[in-house]
């Protein structure tokens, strides 16, 4: 049983919400979202809120309940307040620039790796800081997570990309022979 599932989901002023040939489809202020809507589960709106339930009794059913619920939390959130993610770029000569809807990242290759921002989000750079916005939980943390992917921050020395805020375990390096 979903805990999460069980509760219906408040829809906040100004949102709209519908469920059209198997499509959960939320309209808000920041934009608006589509997500294809498994057949094991049944999403229902009604009096200001959202209600999901399994369809049937089967496992998958029981298993995506919660899931989908999660999901059009997530969805009625970043409609109304975009969910946020920031990366910092540390290392000498490691540097970031906005082109236009490209990102260039200079860290430690022999060439700069360019990449495009995906639709629906917004990048800002500010001294080595890079904010990802944008609607879609899910669009925001796997950009977020490609970024970090190019220089993973190194136990040595810490240079890197990393989140905000995460803590890089360092290694102790070599000991000079006595």
């Known amino acids: 049983?979903?805990?999460?599932?069980?509760?219906?989901?408040?829809i906040p002023s100004g949102t709209e919400v519908a469920v059209l040939?198997?499509?959960?489809?939320v309209k808000g202020k920041g934009g608006?979202?589509?997500k294809p809507v498994h057949s094991g589960v049944a999403i229902?709106?009604?009096?200001?809120?959202?209600?999901?339930?399994?369809?049937?009794?089967?496992r998958l059913s029981k298993a995506l309940w919660g899931t989908y619920a999660a999901h059009v939390n997530n969805m009625l959130k970043g409609v109304n307040t975009p969910f946020v993610k920031k990366l910092e770029v540390q290392g000498i000569g490691y540097k970031v620039d906005l082109q236009g809807k490209v990102l260039v990242l200079s860290v430690g290759f022999s060439h700069p790796v360019r990449m495009d921002i995906p639709e629906g989000l917004t990048a800002a750079v500010e001294k080595g800081v890079i904010t990802i916005?944008?609607?879609d939980k899910?669009?925001?943390?796997?950009f977020a997570a490609v970024i970090r992917a190019v220089k993973k921050p190194e136990p040595?020395?810490?240079?890197?990309?990393?989140?905000?805020?995460e803590v890089v375990r360092m290694k102790e390096g070599k000991k000079a022979g006595a």
Do not use: C, F, W
């Open 44 to 58: 229902t709106v009604a009096d200001g809120a959202v209600s999901v339930s399994p369809a049937n009794s089967s």
């Open 133 to 135: 916005s944008g609607a």
């Open 156 to 165: 040595y020395k810490g240079k890197g990309i990393r989140y905000q805020g």
């Open 1 to 10: 049983m979903s805990r999460l599932g069980k509760k219906s989901i408040h």
């Open 21 to 25: 040939d198997n499509e959960l489809i």
């Open 138 to 142: 899910d669009v925001v943390g796997q």
């Open 32 to 34: 608006t979202l589509k």
